[in-house]
């Protein structure tokens, strides 16, 4: 079995940071990518940033310049180093990963539970 779990979100200040790490558990054959999605109270769930097996990262234009993901493949872990925060980056956060499990013969997708981030004063 699978698991994706997150930790690191929390209240923040507008312009303080958080990272956020994702930790993939069980028996991983191959991870494909790994990205990192938000939802809002009353919005959709979106894609902040992502990035693949082999390290190129993508961005969402909402948070270019401030955020960074980086991953440890061999940990089977990703990161967001978000800067500059916003009361606009509220939201609660997800984990995303398409992998292989050991005995699957296809890419599947998992998630992981959330954490939220709440950026106020």
């Known amino acids: 079995q699978v698991q994706l779990v ?3 979100g929390g209240l923040v200040q507008p312009g303080g940071s958080l990272r ?3 930790a993939g ?3 991983i054959i191959s991870i ?3 990205d990192w999605y938000r939802q809002a109270p009353g919005k959709q769930r979106e894609l902040v940033a ?6 190129s990262p993508n961005y969402a234009d909402s948070v270019k310049g401030r955020f960074t993901i980086s991953s440890d493949n061999a ?3 990703v990161y967001l180093q978000m800067n500059s925060l916003k009361p ?3 939201a609660v956060y997800y984990c995303y990963a398409r992998l292989i499990r050991s005995g699957d ?3 599947k997708d998992y998630w992981g539970q959330g954490t939220q981030v709440t950026v106020s004063s």
């Open 32 to 34: 494909n990518n790994m």
């Open 105 to 107: 013969l296809e890419w």
């Open 20 to 22: 956020l790490s994702c």
């Open 75 to 77: 940990k089977k872990m």
């Open 50 to 55: 992502g990035i693949t097996r082999d390290g």
């Open 88 to 90: 606009e980056d509220t």
């Open 6 to 8: 997150e930790s690191g």
């Open 25 to 27: 558990s069980g028996s």
